[in-house]
Every structure is written in structure tokens, then in C-alpha cells.
């Protein structure tokens, strides 16, 4: 099968890496006007470049759409009218089915998708939204391509946004910079900062996630009453830890928001 990547960012980028470690059988085409990236994408993925639209599209039996929002439409307006079946798959934050379902034609069938850039080491977690008319053997082909570099979830289009803003691994990374820093600020040198943090975040994550006890059980463990964890974490949430975490996922919704509406 061939796949077709309409955009050769970042997150093209952290695809092609989860599907080279995969060793999947697919066609990769990349198109996209910056000659460097793609000539970096063939030497590192061995993804076959191509620089005319018509001549990417036309070779599609998938068709990823993987450019910035803002960027959709006058990208589709330049592909035009498609007269043959495709399945297309849209990675644009906040661009709804409904403005994408006529864009090229009733040929082509639509689904969004949004991996993460975790997909790079196959750790990633990508949910999937297909419009109700998307042909059950394609929804397959999409669902087998998305799990060669992670996990999938299928979400009602109406979740996809909340998804989207609260499943960033951005979260996790923002998380481990801001405590190193605080453990920086209370002596300890970067790299120890940094490894005391990391072990905070990821390993007591996985301990969650690959065991049994309840996340409330193990932060009960964790935090013993009176004790110093209870302590840090009852100051945090006085100083508004849980209320920044609202705050931000309720602007990423904005934006999101702001982005279906064009």
C-alpha cells in the first residue's frame, strides 16, 4: 500500500521514525515544497520525495494530510477535485470532519487522526474519529498503519478536541522541566535534578500503568499524611496547581476552537 504525506514536519517526521523502527511494508511518499526536508526524510527514512502535488496525490491509496491547520484548505484547494476513491486522514488540530467531508469531492473519504511525537520510538498514542461513511476495510488500513508506531484510541469526533489538549506528551515534558527546575532552585545540580524528576514522572507512571492498585491507592502510598510528599503536594495545590492545569486545557480547547472556524 502506498501512503501519502501531504507535509514533511515534524510530526511526518516522528511517523516515518516509529514506522522504520516497525519495519513495516509500506510505500511512503513525502511531498513537500522544502527540498532539504525532504531530501532528509529519504536519506533517514527512505521515503520516496515528491515535489508535484498532482503526481503525490494521484499515487495515494492512503493519504495523510499532515501540514498546519491554517495551511489545510488552500493545500486542498490546490489538489482540487479528486475523481477516484481515496482514503484521506487529517492531522489538523481543530479541523472538523464537516469542513473537510466536500473539500475534495465525494470520492474521498475523511478521518482525523492526531499521533504524538512519541510515535518516533513506537511509544506513542494516536486517536482516531472516522466519518460515518468510511468503508470498514479502510478503517483497518488507517488503524493498522497508526498502530505500527503506538497505541490507538478511537474517539467520538465531539471528544476529539479534549483528546487532543489533555494527551500531549508536551504535558510531560513541561511537567519534567519545571521540576527539575524547582529541584535546581532547591540545590541540586541539573543532571540530578533532572534524574530525580524523570524518576518522579515516568517511573511512577508506568508503575500505574503496567500494575494493579488504583491511581488513588498508589498516590496514597506515595504521599504518606504528615509526611514530606503530602506536604509538597498540598502546597502545590494551595499555590493552584490543579487550577493551572484547568486554565491550560481549557485554552487549548480555545484554540482549537478558534482553528474549526478558520
Known amino acids: ?3 501519502v504525506f501531504l507535509g514533511g514536519g515534524r510530526i511526518t517526521s516522528a511517523m516515518l521514525a516509529g514506522l522504520k523502527l516497525s519495519r513495516a511494508k509500506y ?7 522544502n527540498p532539504s526536508k525532504l531530501r532528509r526524510l529519504q ?32 493545500l486542498l484547494k490546490e489538489i482540487g477535485r479528486v475523481d477516484r476513491p481515496l ?27 492526531m499521533p504524538s511525537p512519541a510515535s518516533r520510538s513506537r511509544r506513542g498514542l494516536a486517536a482516531l474519529s472516522f466519518a460515518r461513511s468510511f468503508a470498514p476495510h479502510a478503517r483497518r ?18 471528544q476529539f478536541d479534549a483528546f487532543t ?9 513541561h511537567a519534567l522541566a519545571t521540576l527539575a527546575e524547582a529541584g535546581c532552585r ?9 534524574l530525580a524528576a524523570a524518576h518522579a514522572l515516568v517511573d511512577g507512571l508506568i508503575a500505574w500503568r503496567e500494575g494493579v492498585q488504583s491511581l488513588d491507592a498508589l498516590l496514597h502510598e506515595a504521599a504518606t499524611p504528615g509526611g514530606i510528599a503530602a506536604t509538597t503536594i498540598a502546597a502545590m495545590n494551595k499555590a493552584g496547581y490543579a487550577r493551572a492545569v484547568r486554565a491550560g486545557i481549557r485554552a487549548g480547547l480555545r484554540r482549537a476552537r478558534a482553528n474549526a472556524r478558520g
Do not use: C
Open 27 to 33: 510505500r511512503i511518499i513525502v511531498h513537500d515544497r
Open 1 to 3: 500500500m502506498t501512503v
Open 165 to 173: 489538549v489533555t494527551y500531549s506528551s508536551s504535558h510531560g515534558y
Open 87 to 113: 482514503s484521506a486522514v487529517s492531522l489538523a488540530a481543530g479541523v472538523p470532519l464537516s469542513r473537510l467531508r466536500n473539500a475534495l469531492g465525494p470520492q474521498v473519504q475523511w478521518a482525523r487522526a
Open 186 to 194: 532547591a540545590g541540586l545540580n541539573r543532571k540530578t535534578a533532572l
Open 141 to 158: 488500513q488507517v488503524s493498522n498503519l497508526f498502530t505500527t508506531f503506538g497505541e490507538i484510541v478511537e474517539v467520538p469526533e465531539r
Open 43 to 74: 536519506e533517514e527514512y527512505g521515503a520516496i520525495p515528491e515535489r508535484s502535488l498532482p503526481r503525490a496525490v494521484a499515487q495515494a491509496d492512503l493519504m495523510i494530510v499532515a501540514v498546519r491547520p491554517n495551511a489545510v484548505f488552500a
